[in-house]
């Protein structure tokens, strides 16, 4: 018996499954987890200009404009960021001017665009002044200082950019004055702007008539500023190659890089250029490409010429002559500080064998002092200085000391601090290369000294080769030595945590702790500990640079797996000297290079036009790499004959394409093996998209090692729709214009065949767009116009006539286009990266990992984009665990594997499968650096850390007593009924 409300009718219970169905799986984290298997590093990037603080008598903070235009202070005693500030994204100028005096700290970025000012202390914005001109060069800028009882003041900033000069107030950043200088068929780029000791203004530019154009402004009170302008004849001014700054006394000091000359004239009332070679001035020797000009300190009348790399000249000049005041030979950089009013030319020199000597003179008579003398330790891997910042102060005898900003080639910033005597101490150091990495990837770390021997004995040695006492000798030996380990282990584990020694990094039992293997495009290698971030190992290559699409090809030929072999990786870059390609090889646990002779890489005669690694591997297990130059000729690395011969085995079997993003074509080749050992391309088919205006975006092929699980897809009347698996798949996406309409198209292409699979236009769309593609499916995101907002869409491919009954994809099997079903969604904001899960065995269900504009990293499951959502579901559907249709996909705070952290500037997302199928381990990339751990289908193969191990375990011991206390009274009632 039932009474009222008792009951439940079918339709609620279809509702609530209904509803249950479609909430997706989330994860989360405990609070004492935080950071416990994840780690997050800021960078700021190559610094470009940077100034320690004047707000403070002590200064605590150093301010840097960086070319990632960034805005950051740094901690002058500890290097850790005090506040950071990026600024408009896509500059390609990065920060062009940091203005600092007293409190006033003022920013100028995106060529002149954006002017701010911040609190030095907090990093607060004060106010922003905005323009709407879209300058292409970098401004010029400066704090225009007044007097006020008998005391200098910033009164306003001024900004000089390609066209205009504005000034505004340095109170609240109103703009004061805005005028035309020049138009911009007038200047050719290159501009000085100066402030005279009697509050007068030049702005200078050369203009691409082959003159030099000078406006001065005076402030009129109560009229503003009028302008006076000038054109001065120039025939050797070339704004390619010349540079310029004015002195102390107003004088314009140019030098010309094709002429090797110096030309000076005076701003106030010079009517023509004075020429001065350099080989008048006694110097035989320097390097047009380093020859460039700057001003020793604002007021004085000395320039800096700088030679070469490690040759400065120190000048002074007037109207009609320049002079030379000291020569500086193997100097790389210096600056300039006051201290007890007088001016202190810092330099950064080359010391004996592998050090730096930081040391000084004064300009009033060019005398170097001993005492600030310093030498430190030159590491090879850093590269030599570029910039000095020096910070100075008064010790406690009344003598000088100072604190230097060193910013070397590999973009690493060091702090110096003068101890006693001569030796000086770097109190901290920020590996700022590691915010432009290229290329990336994790490799595993080799087994332990123990398992390493029982990898000798069942390693490529024949037992064959050894007799029964041998190898029984060989496993007692191995045995021994794994106890004596433990017991090592058990010891250092009893000792505190400081006396501990770091012993060689190894494999963990469940492969979770990684190499990181990190190329930048300041030529530095690093090898980081995926544990910690730490940096295990850093090589320096000054002579490469990244391809045209801001990329190097670093790959893994072997890994270390293949005992005793050492893994080895190669890196493919370009050179900066020729812009050939060049073929660096190195231990990726190590860091160390393979061949010792070619410690700097070596350069090929040819320039690169593609590389892959190759499918195959030769006898001692390494992955040749296969490079093709820009003629399409074939070059193998390394060049042996067992490389060779295994070619040979597959010849016409190897496939790759290349695509020519200007002309919008595919080409597909076969790696075709001669008769005398060549190695050539034959074209196997040539594909041209049939809109013209359209323009390749992205090409993206399968994971080359993925593992797919599944086969098919079990429905509710136990049927299968099998996978379109086509392992030669590509997905091509292109953008362009069809009849003033923006619109994108996706071709899915066989790399082999050059057959277009499948086909589809979005009208009225446009990217960015961020594309992935794994087993069956391909996923992207895009700008949808017409209705404005971000969508993502999916496509998931099926054998349209069920199994092909085979084990293994042909390409060139007759077999009938595949069944494609496709569903989009729409997403709240745009992606700056975006990439899919990958396991060890592929079982996992995948996720996808998307890199939000706002720096958080968040996962979606596949599941949740699953085309053949219903919008009204039925029982098949119920059964099959699809949810129903909802179009919009939110962002769900606890899919966030940022949690509260903001990871600025993701430009990529790697992933790496850890020796735990349901663990993969990701890294994700950009001004920042993030590690972490994801379980998309959550950790099914080791029991949770929350696990009770003392219930389980007294469990199983009350288990073992039970059993054992039934055993003796059975045993006891067989005795006693035996008895009877």
């Not at 120039?234 to 890089?257: F, K, M, R, Y």
Request: neutral net charge; glycine residues 6%.
């Amino acid at each position: 018996m039932t009474g009222q409300g008792q009951g439940f009718s079918l339709p609620w219970i279809l509702l609530t499954a209904a509803l249950v169905l479609h909430v997706p799986p989330t994860s989360g984290m405990y609070e004492d987890q935080i950071g416990k298997f994840d780690w997050h590093q800021q960078y700021i990037g190559a610094v470009r200009q940077a100034a320690f603080d004047q707000s403070a008598p002590v200064s605590k903070r150093i301010f840097v404009g960086t070319e990632s235009n960034v805005v950051a202070a740094i901690n002058s005693r500890t290097g850790q960021l005090a506040w950071r500030h990026v600024q408009e994204r896509g500059d390609p100028w990065g920060v062009d001017a940091v203005l600092h005096k007293g409190n006033v700290l003022v920013t100028v970025c995106s060529g002149g665009d954006a002017v701010r000012a911040w609190d030095p202390a907090s990093g607060t914005l004060l106010w922003e002044f905005l323009a709407k001109e879209k300058n292409d060069s970098p401004a010029k800028a400066l704090l225009v200082e007044g007097r006020q009882d008998e005391r200098s003041h910033v009164e306003s900033v001024a900004v000089l950019t390609k066209k205009t000069l504005r000034i505004l107030s340095a109170v609240d950043g109103h703009e004061m004055v805005s005028t035309e200088v020049w138009s911009s068929g007038e200047t050719g780029g290159i501009s000085v702007l100066h402030q005279a000791s009697n509050g007068q203004l030049y702005a200078v530019s050369i203009s691409s008539q082959a003159a030099v154009q000078i406006v001065s402004y005076t402030h009129v009170p109560g009229k503003g500023y009028e302008a006076v302008k000038r054109v001065i004849p120039a025939g050797w001014a070339l704004p390619q190659s010349t540079q310029c700054v004015v002195t102390g006394d107003n004088i314009l000091v140019c030098s010309e890089a094709s002429t090797n000359s110096l030309h000076t004239i005076s701003l106030v009332d010079g009517s023509g250029f004075t020429t001065v070679t350099l080989l008048s001035l006694g110097f035989n020797s320097w390097q047009p490409d380093s020859l460039a000009i700057s001003a020793v300190q604002v007021g004085r009348k000395e320039v800096l010429l700088r030679l070469s790399q490690d040759h400065y000249v120190l000048l002074q000049a007037t109207a009609d002559t320049i002079t030379v005041l000291k020569d500086l030979p193997n100097v790389y950089a210096t600056t300039t500080a006051r201290s007890q009013d007088r001016d202190i030319m810092f330099m950064v020199k080359k010391g004996t064998k592998d050090e730096l000597v930081v040391t000084g003179f004064y300009l009033q008579n060019l005398k170097e002092d001993q005492a600030l003398t310093q030498m430190i330790a030159h590491p090879l891997h850093y590269g030599s200085p570029q910039q000095v910042t020096v910070y100075t102060f008064l010790k406690r005898d009344g003598s000088t000391g100072y604190r230097a900003l060193l910013q070397m080639e590999d973009q690493t910033l060091l702090m110096l601090q003068q101890l006693q005597g001569n030796q000086g101490h770097v109190m901290w150091q920020r590996n700022e290369a590691l915010a432009s990495i290229s290329a990336v990837d994790q490799v595993d770390l080799p087994v332990s000294e123990t398992e390493s021997k029982f990898e000798e004995e069942f390693g490529e040695e024949s037992e064959e080769d050894l007799s029964i006492w041998q190898m029984f000798t060989r496993r007692i030996t191995t045995q021994l030595e794994q106890l004596k380990d433990l017991a090592d282990k058990f010891e250092e584990y009893r000792k505190p945590k400081a006396k501990q020694v770091e012993k060689q990094l190894e494999r963990d039992p469940f492969n979770l702790r990684k190499m990181i293997v990190a190329v930048t495009s300041a030529g530095k290698l690093y090898g980081l500990d995926s544990a910690n971030g730490d940096i295990v190992w850093q090589y320096f290559l000054p002579n490469i640079r990244c391809f045209g699409q801001g990329e190097m090809y670093l790959f893994v030929q072997r890994t270390t797996a293949h005992f005793p072999h050492p893994p080895q990786a190669m890196l493919v870059a370009q050179d900066k000297a020729t812009g050939n390609g060049l073929v660096f090889t190195f231990n990726p646990t190590t860091g160390q290079p393979v061949n010792a002779s070619a410690v700097s890489g070596i350069l090929q005669p040819f320039k690169v036009l593609q590389a892959i690694l190759l499918p195959v591997m030769n006898n001692h297990h390494l992955h040749p790499v296969m490079i093709v130059d820009s003629d399409h000729g074939v070059h193998i690395f390394p060049p042996s004959s067992s490389v060779l011969s295994v070619l040979k085995k597959n010849n016409g079997k190897i496939f790759l394409h290349a695509a020519d993003l200007e002309k919008s074509t595919l080409t597909g080749f076969s790696l075709t093996t001669l008769k005398d050992g060549k190695v050539e391309l034959a074209q196997a088919w040539h594909l041209s998209l049939p809109i013209p205006s359209q323009k390749i975006v992205s090409v993206v092929p399968r994971r080359a090692n993925e593992h797919v699980h599944s086969q098919g897809r079990v429905l509710s009347d136990r049927s299968v729709m099998y996978k379109y698996l086509n392992p030669n798949l590509l997905a091509v996406m292109t953008e362009g214009i069809e009849r003033d309409i923006p619109l994108l198209t996706l071709y899915l292409v066989d790399a082999v065949t050059g057959q277009v699979v499948y086909s589809m236009q979005h009208k009225r769309a446009s990217g960015p767009v961020h594309l992935v593609h794994s087993e069956n499916w391909v996923v992207y995101h895009y700008w949808n116009g017409k209705f404005r907002r971000h969508e993502v869409t999916v496509l998931e491919l099926f054998e349209s006539q069920g199994d092909r009954n085979s084990t293994t994809f042909s390409s060139l099997s007759t077999q009938s286009l595949p069944l494609v079903l496709q569903q989009a969604y729409i997403f709240p904001m745009g992606l700056s990266a975006m990439a899919v899960s990958n396991t060890e065995r592929g079982i996992t269900a995948r996720s996808l990992l998307l890199a939000l504009p706002n720096g958080g990293l968040m996962t979606l499951p596949k599941n949740i984009l699953d085309p053949r959502r219903p919008i009204i579901p039925t029982k098949q559907h119920q059964e099959e665990g699809v949810y129903p249709y909802i179009p919009e996909l939110h962002v769900n705070p606890m899919t966030l594997l940022t949690y509260n952290q903001s990871i600025e500037g993701i430009r990529g997302i790697h992933i790496g499968a850890a020796g735990l199928e349901s663990t993969s381990v990701v890294l994700a990339y950009g001004l920042d650096l993030f590690y972490t751990r994801i379980m998309p289908s959550q950790m099914f193969d080791v029991l949770k850390e929350d696990f009770d191990y003392f219930f389980i375990s007294s469990i199983l011991l009350g288990l073992v007593m039970a059993t054992l206390i039934t055993h003796r009274l059975a045993a006891m009632k067989t005795l006693n009924r035996s008895w009877r």
